[in-house]
């Protein structure tokens, strides 16, 4: 084991600022409440917030519509708050790591607004603008993520303009080297403040193919209620362009300024294959592009196993791995797996080989809110309602403690609390032994104290069914992790002579339990076992 660097050892706590906390009572969380509850991220044991954006926004897109990089909008404080809530983060030794949002800004934004007034415009470039194709339609076939096509007439100056997201987020021409030059200054502004690191939205689109060729079609998409048609076209000319890791290189250039601790951490949902591709050549790219495999695959033994393999075997020599088990993006881990197998993921996340990104609230075993009609958010539900689409489930108010809107607000939530706040909540799970939050709390403990856990190698372990075993080692321990990840009991047959003690259950009751060579695991349990 080599010398690491903070983001290695440590774990990533997402905060989605609208959701976390909200000191001003208007419903919606803001920067004072982060700060307000700093000391229960300190608590729970995580080493880094990343704080989804909280940029001045019209909130088309709740935030990643961004009308000025530089600033906070006053929904959610001031830069004074900002200033505050860093210096309190880093005095109680938390790192924090911000949105950057590179691809494109809101249409609000003063470089959008100039870049559409004329095509004369000194900012034309600034944007992707295009003739229309001979017909008079759009000038390709590229759909936008959030339904229908990427491409928005403009009847002003009579050419359609990009926007991969919604049309309130047009896309900047990272080709002009004069918007390369200013967003790179945008992650100079934030790391001159004191930020430890960038999370980078939507990197891959930022390169788009020179000549907007179309997309090819999916042959393995099929039409249907409840398809995606986003999914209908391989989107190998819209984004995943080769030149787009130049532009990384150059933004890992930026964070190497301001010396070697500073992070970047890439936002790619790709095949593993492309994905490893965004650590860069020479570690010119990110420190780590984030792994999604564990919130898009099916919660099956099996899968995941081939998964942990596969991505293991495919990091280039030096790359640092990295897991995720949900975002404001996908569904909830607790949704997607059941309450169950809540426990079993949270020691998975912890106990594989590489930085662990937690989603807040999936701590204390929250689960996607169903979203009355009436009260929805999301402009993907919108645009594309009631095929699952819509992220408002996951975004819902942290759930603190059982006074009236979990102790979230003093006002009228901007999204409802989930009906369960008075038994599912942090203060009600703080105390209690048993409790995913204890669980997750003894994981993290276990994982910082044990350098085999956070530092060690990863060997996987044959297994049947529904279990997912591996074994982690480096520092003379070697650490058995044996998963159920089905509901009936499974056993595992261990390698002959192997024996050792449990050290941490999904179930309390097994801890300092001896192992020999079989391990049984009832329904969605979960053991680390220390090996003799
Ligand atoms: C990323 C964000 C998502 C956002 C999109 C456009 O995927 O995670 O929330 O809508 O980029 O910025």
Known sequence: MTESFWWQRGIVYQVYPRSFMDADGDGVGDLAGIRARLDYLRWLGVDALWISPFYPSPMADFGYDVSDHCGVDPLFGTMADFDALLAEAHARGLRVILDYIPNHTAAAHPWFVESRRSRDSPKRDWYIWRDPAPDGGPPNNWRSAFGGSTWEWDEATGQYYLHIFLRE??????????????????????????????????????????????????????AGPGRDPFDSLLRVYSGDRPEVHDVIARMRGVLAEYGPDRVLIGEIYNRVERLVAYYGEGGRGCHFPYNFQLVTLPWDARAIDAAVRRYEELLPPGAWPNWVLGNHDRHRIATRAGAAQARVAAMLLLTLRGTPTLYYGDEIGMHDVEIPPERVQDPWEKNLPGIGMGRDPERTPMQWDDSPNAGFTTGTPWLPVAEDFTEVNVQRERDDPRSLLSLYRRLIELRRAEPALHAGAYEPVEAKGDVLAYVRSGEGRRFLVALNLGAETQSLEARRGTSGTVVLSTNPERDGEGVEWTVVLRGGEGVVVRMD
């Open 169 to 222: 987020q047009p896309d900047l021409n990272w080709r002009n080297p004069q918007v390369e030059a200013a967003m790179l200054d945008v992650i100079r502004f934030w790391l001159d403040r004191g930020v430890d690191g960038i999370r980078v939205d939507a990197v891959q689109n930022v390169i788009k193919d020179e000549l907007f060729r179309d997309n090819p079609p999916n042959p393995e998409y099929v």
